[in-house]
């Protein structure tokens, strides 16, 4: 759907649309706190109803009427198909049944490694973020692990302060070598400047699309390494009315996020 | 079995599994009433330095009115499993905290903890070694099923495990590397529960956490309920029951025992006393003041329940009108 005047949206709304539309029908996805719970819930209301939410604590299936506050929260399980616990999810996720996994951190590197534990030295850091909580287990054990990120060089690093969570390590063949399950690891980071993937072989990131009145230069400006960028870059669709509409009057209907 | 790598943490609690099975055959399996204050409970069974873990967390079905009164009694130098948000907030802004074996410390939508930098960044807290939720669950699962280890396939190739006591070996079986996370087995374990009976026998609605694992693996054992309830309730509905008595020390009747948390089917968040902790937490005056208000000037739960006010507890429960 085209719209001929653009509606204005911000770039949280812009994040949460991107990320959505990354949420496939009849899959299964596990879901961290924050975007990707609004994500989650406008795919379902969107274009996948059977889309299969994961939360750590338990909840399997739930149908996100009400946006979770916490991973833990009656909203996690509302009209779900199961209420477990930690226990089963993540054993569920050891055993190859969960496809998406969708992270943040602080600090992401070139391959998709990501940041959540230290700013600084590990032993006398500069800022001591939450930790890893299910964030190591859901880059391990996933498929595919989709990173939401806010763009900036401070955020895109070549070197993180810490490897928190598993991406491809330091390159192609590297989990496997360390024993984590073969065929998992990275596929998408979604930014407010960018949608990137990584090259299959050197497994660098690379660029995929731009967001909505972003350049290339923009994304490279504000990346800390070398990105991949290949021949033909995509640019994103931007966050469409009906999108915006069902994200304000719906998901977030009391501004509990945005 | 080969070592592959050895995380450079400390193994903070060295489990030892034959000895939790003597402590295990020595608990009483007789049913007595083990109702009391959370007074009582801090004071009989926690003390200096122990070993603790709460379930669930922070603002969901957490034992709060019982990490208060830890608070209020002052225990201090206490070593930790790090999966928490308010009630592992509490532990920080009062200093109790000496060594964190560590996954989480947050407050979710609301950010990093600022109780936590501070604790970290002044190196308060002298020790934290890294792990991720699962594998902090599966060494309460180790200690659950009565082995010293589980193997995971968590943590692998990470700063987590570089920071983590685990080990990685080469699988005797197929050569592959594995994780082990060795089991990790509890002074004393806390965690609030919808009902139980007046022996211990606890039951949870909703999703159950770690509830399972962290009860069977912690040596004492204090359970808060929302409800007591008769013991023929309980047998009705045997199949809702997660801890059984015999691995239950104290039983403490916590109406609103997770507030400001939620306790799911019965009451909601109090989002507005979670976003005044928020801000409170961010400067140590403001801290100390919230603690002073809330937890040092009242004397139990009971008068901290009355200082939030019976209506706006009413208007928490689901069905209220709001």
Redesign the interface.
Known sequence: MKDDHQPEYKPAELLVCTASRLMDDNSTAFIGTGIPMLAASLAQRMHAPNLVTVFEFGGTGAILEELPLAVGGQSTFNRAIAATGICDVMETAQRGFIEYGFLGGAQIDPYGNLNSTVIGDFNQPKVRLPGSGGGNDVGSHCWQTIAIMRHDKRRFVEQLDFVTTPGYLNGPGAREAAGLPPGTGPYRVVSNLAVLGYHPQTKRMMLIATQPGISINQVVENTGFELVIPERVESNPPPSAEELQILREEVDRDHLYI | MEIIQTGKGKLIQPPDINAFREWNRRKSKVLTDKRMSEAEAVTRFIKDGDYIGTE??????APMSLVSEIVRQGIKDLRVA??G?LELDLLLAASLIKELD?????L??Y???NC??RE??S?RIKTIV??????L??RF?ATSIGVPFIP?????????FN?SAAL?VEDPFTG????LVPALILDVGLIHVHRADQYGNAQID????????LARSSKRLLISAEEIVDSEVIRQAPDRTIIPYYLVDAVVEAPFGSHPG?M??QYR?D?PRIREWVEAAKDPQTTRAYLDQYIYGVKNHQEYLSLVGAERLENLKFGAAT
């Open positions: 669930l967390y922070g603002s969901v079905r790090g999966q948000v560590f996954t989480y410390i947050g979710e939508l950010g990093v903890s936590l930098r970290v960044e190196g890294e792990w991720s939720n699962a594998a669950t599966w699962k995971t396939r968590s943590m692998l190739g990470t700063d987590t920071y990685v592959d590397p594995v994780c909703g999703i159950s956490g770690f509830s399972a694992e939620e799911c089917y968040r989002e």
